[in-house]
């Protein structure tokens, strides 16, 4: 269940779906990895927990190098 921190994110995160759905994903990857390597583990988590939200919603999104 998400929770009212993680809703609020992933919307802040949906303001950007305007240049498409895989380019959205690599940007909350790219985040997560940032915060990662910042050592800011639990916003990682935070992070992590939105894009499966986004995922489930967008299950054609896929991030490719």
């Known amino acids: 269940i998400p929770s009212a921190r993680h809703k609020s994110l992933l919307k802040s995160y ?7 759905e895989k380019a959205l994903c690599c940007l909350i990857i790219g985040d997560f990895w940032r915060l990662m390597d910042l050592g800011a583990e639990e916003r990682a988590a935070d992070v992590f927990h939105v894009l ?3 995922l489930s919603a967008h299950p054609r999104a896929k991030c490719t190098a």
């Open 52 to 54: 499966r939200l986004f």
């Open 14 to 20: 949906l303001f950007s779906l305007k240049w498409g």
